[in-house]
Structure formats: structure tokens, C-alpha cells
T-cell receptor, first 114, second 115 residues
Framework: DQQVKQNSPSLSVQEGRISILNCDYTNSMFDYFLWYKKYPAEGPTFLISISSIKDKNEDGRFTVFLNKSAKHLSLHIVPSQPGDSAVYFCAASGNTNTGNQFYFGTGTSLTVIP | DTGVSQDPRHKITKRGQNVTFRCDPISEHNRLYWYRQTLGQGPEFLTYFQNEAQLEKSRLLSDRFSAERPKGSFSTLEIQRTEQGDSAMYLC?????????????FGPGTRLTVT
């Protein structure tokens, strides 16, 4: 039962343009959401998070948007740079039956073309 | 402290053998997590420690899997009688805050190949 879904396995974007990565979740008890970036042969690296009391959080070139009614979040990267090429995972946690874990999506592989 | 470390980085073993992985979390973090990641999937939760207490285990963690954190610092994950389906990346993460209050910091992972 995949509670966090990333339906786009891959995305290609030109350098300087906007990258938009999407994530959907099914569990309405989730109230904290994160994005991680992963390079090959490394563990995931935290990028940005958002609490359900907000609908937007911004950190430099990275902005996360949360639409609670649609159970949808997105990560915007502006402008995209070749170094952003990586696999991006969204994750969620909340007051669920198993409250001490993060649930991860399957990832979206972003390629930024120079 | 340079972050979460894991040892070994790679392990190749024959089916039926036992393997043990080690994780050293960020020193001030009292929460430690183990995840498993297979190709094309995100990390899947295996187990969680708060200090030395193992507070949560996933149903993914069969009886062949055991994890310890004896002094509330480093942790070990042992897999007994390995099977080919155990081949995966095993990730360790640590945190100083509850999942809803802060991020987890991941180590580089141990890649297990069972032949």
C-alpha cells in the first residue's frame, strides 16, 4: 500500500528553466512533508520541508507547495542547474498508527540539461 | 562530527550466510532508523530506536532480521540465513527530533548483494 506516490519516474528540464516535481499522498493523518535529493552511491540528503499548517515554504531556489485538500505537494526549483540532476524523493509523516517513521515515494529522476 | 556513517559500504554474501551492518549516527541524535531501499523504490522503514529502546518494527522485518542499539549510540542490523530477496541498499538515518518536527539525516548506505 503506497501511501506516498510520485507518478513521474523521470523529468528533463533545460538549465535555467523551472523544474516541478509532484507528489501525492493518501493518508489524511500526514502533517509533515519533506523532500530529499539523492545522488548515486550516496544516502538521501534533506532538501526542504513543510508542515501542514503552511501551504508554502521557500528556501533559496527551492519552494515546496502543499495542497491539503488535494493531498498533493510539489517542489519547484528555479532556476534549474545541472547540479540539481539527481533523484528526488518526497516523504511524509504524521500521527498515524505507526507514528515514528517517514513514508517515502518512489522518486523522480531529474535531469537538467545544460 | 561529519554525519551518519555506515559500515561496510558494500557486502556480497552467499545465500544462507549471516551478515551484520553497523551504523554510527550523528553523536547528539537520540533517534535512529533503519530503512531498506530496492531498485526503483523509495526507502522503506524497517525499525526505529529512541536511545537504546527499539520502539517500532515494520512487518517487513522478518524473524531473520534483528537490530540492536546497546548503548544508545551505534546500531547494528543483522540478517540471518540471507536470501536473494534481501539484496538491497540498507540505509541508516538519525534525528534529534520526532518525525513530525524535523528531518532525518541519512548515511551513505550498505549495499547488500546475496548470490
Amino acid at each position: 500500500d503506497q501511501q506516498v506516490k510520485q507518478n513521474s519516474p523521470s523529468l528533463s528540464v533545460q538549465e535555467g528553466r523551472i523544474s516541478i516535481l509532484n507528489c501525492d499522498y493518501t493518508n489524511s493523518m500526514f502533517d509533515y512533508f519533506l523532500w530529499y535529493k539523492k545522488y548515486p552511491a550516496e544516502g538521501p540528503t534533506f532538501l526542504i520541508s513543510i508542515s501542514s499548517i503552511k501551504d508554502k515554504n521557500e528556501d533559496g531556489r527551492f519552494t515546496v507547495f502543499l495542497n491539503k485538500s488535494a493531498k498533493h505537494l510539489s517542489l519547484h526549483i528555479v532556476p534549474s542547474q545541472p547540479g540539481d540532476s539527481a533523484v528526488y524523493f518526497c516523504a511524509a509523516s504524521g500521527n498515524t498508527n505507526t507514528g515514528n517513521q517517514f513514508y517515502f515515494g518512489t522518486g523522480t529522476s531529474l535531469t537538467v540539461i545544460p | 562530527d561529519t554525519g551518519v556513517s555506515q559500515d561496510p559500504r558494500h557486502k556480497i554474501t552467499k545465500r544462507g550466510q549471516n551478515v551484520t551492518f553497523r551504523c554510527d549516527p550523528i553523536s547528539e541524535h537520540n533517534r535512529l532508523y533503519w530503512y531498506r531501499q530496492t531498485l526503483g523504490q523509495g526507502p522503506e522503514f524497517l525499525t526505529y530506536f529512541q536511545n537504546e529502546a527499539q520502539l517500532e518494527k515494520s512487518r517487513l522485518l522478518s524473524d531473520r532480521f534483528s537490530a540492536e542499539r546497546p548503548k544508545g549510540s551505534f546500531s547494528t542490523l543483522e540478517i540471518q540465513r540471507t536470501e536473494q530477496g534481501d539484496s538491497a541498499m540498507y540505509l541508516c538515518a538519525s534525528s534529534s527530533r520526532m518525525p513530525g518536527a524535523g528531518e532525518q539525516y541519512f548515511g551513505p548506505g550498505t549495499r547488500l548483494t546475496v548470490t
